[in-house]
């Protein structure tokens, strides 16, 4: 089965950088997404990583490392919409069916 | 085409009632995905379709819980006989790969 663990709240001020860990265990491993919810609203996908290594896409980036069964979103010069949950999420088999992890309440401070 | 649709966006029933809920996918998505969602918690896997064939279930889906995609394109999700603990947030999604998901707004579903 697939499991995977992420913090349940971190705090940041406005314009500063934030990390949000993920660790995971699966059986069989098809790279690790990023959801982004405003609270009431539906996830948005944020990133894709199926290989080790940073991507990046404008103020927000994804790394991971399949050695070590980690990934991070990376959030730069952050703004007050940016309070949201964020998930991690990696798929199993050929039906890319994901497993998410529990979220992490991301709250931005003026 | 602006995105996955789903209706109703609020549903309201009493417990022993049946309801269904519909899911317009983005057009040229093949995958459809159904999940569920309880506050604090990220989206849980019920069931999945690659055009209009049901090729996976969540084996904590019970049998009260149905799902079509006749034409290959919207979906349905019939829950029969409503229970409480069935309150939650459903979810559809699609998506042309399975790593990039678009979901749709959701319905809030209420069992009094």
């Known amino acids: 089965g697939q499991s995977l663990e992420q913090p349940s709240e971190v705090t940041a001020v406005e314009g500063a950088i934030v990390q949000i860990n993920c660790t995971y265990q699966t059986s069989g491993f098809y790279g690790l997404s990023w959801y982004q919810q405003h609270d009431g609203g539906a996830p948005t996908f944020l990133s894709y990583n199926a290989l080790d290594g940073l991507e990046e896409t404008g103020r927000f980036s994804s790394f991971l490392s399949r050695s070590d069964s980690y990934g991070y979103l990376l959030l730069q010069e952050l703004q007050m919409k940016d309070s949201a949950s964020y998930f991690c999420a990696t798929p199993s088999g050929g039906s890319y069916i994901p497993t998410f992890g529990r979220g992490t309440s991301l709250i931005v401070h003026p | 085409d602006t995105g996955v649709s789903q209706d109703p966006r609020h549903k309201i029933t009493k417990r022993g009632q049946n309801v269904t809920f519909r899911c317009d996918p983005i057009s040229e998505h093949n995958r459809l995905y159904w999940y569920r969602q309880t506050l604090g918690q990220g989206p849980e896997f019920l069931t999945y379709f690659q055009n209009e064939a049901q090729l996976e279930k969540s084996r904590l889906l019970s049998d009260r819980f149905s799902a079509e995609r006749p034409k290959g394109s919207f979906s349905t999700l019939e829950i029969q006989r409503t229970e409480q603990g069935d309150s939650a947030m459903y979810l559809c999604?699609?998506?042309?790969?399975?790593?990039?998901?678009?979901f749709g707004p959701g319905t809030r579903l209420t069992v009094l």
């Open positions: 999604a699609s998506s042309l790969d399975g790593h990039e998901q678009f």
